[in-house]
């Protein structure tokens, strides 16, 4: 009897652990979607991709130095060593085109744009979004070129007013 006492309390401590555990890592999650840092990189990237969809060449320039400095403040602490190095990895990629972009005439700011849009799709596949985001494609623009966005409306960066509609979603990022 006393055995079976012992088993019982045994096996709800496993039950209870588990479902610590399982409430610990849904918790954790979802702090990565809340993550202010990520928040403001992809704030930037939102108004630096609004300023290519308008062919604002200064206020991309502008914009590109911001989002620089939010990228450099990015903390990947709380990410496992896999996630850690993919991000920073990433980061410095992402940096070293904004910082391009902040000092290029609109034609190279959107060469730069079509990479730093890459590292900021593979961001969020690792660190989540705020809200739904839309990946969305161009095929014209060198070759096929993504962007992300907050709307599923086509406004294309890459072509601006020339080519404002050019492209479409290619997937929900939830």
Not at 94 to 114: D, L, N, T, V
Not at 132 to 144: I, N
Request: aromatic letters at 8%; one cysteine or more.
């Amino acid at each position: 009897m006393k055995n079976l006492k012992i088993s019982l309390v045994a096996i709800l401590f496993l039950v209870i652990s588990s479902t610590n555990a399982q409430k610990k890592e849904k918790i954790n999650h979802r702090n990565l979607k809340k993550d202010a840092k990520v928040e403001a990189i992809l704030s930037g990237y939102f108004m630096l991709k609004d300023a290519l969809i308008s062919n604002d060449e200064a206020k991309a320039k502008e914009l590109a130095a911001s989002l620089e400095k939010s990228l450099k403040n990015l903390d990947v602490s709380k990410y496992t060593d896999g996630q850690k190095l993919e991000l920073k990895d990433i980061i410095v990629d992402a940096k070293e085109h904004a910082e391009h972009i902040s000092k290029s005439p609109i034609a190279y700011q959107r060469e730069h744009f079509k990479v730093l849009s890459k590292n900021m799709i593979d961001m969020v596949a690792i660190t989540g979004a705020f809200n739904k985001l839309y990946e969305q494609y161009c095929p014209m623009y060198k070759k096929g070129s993504a962007w992300l966005s907050m709307s599923k409306e086509v406004r294309n960066p890459y072509y601006g007013s020339k080519m404002l509609k050019c492209g479409k979603v290619q997937r929900e990022i939830n």
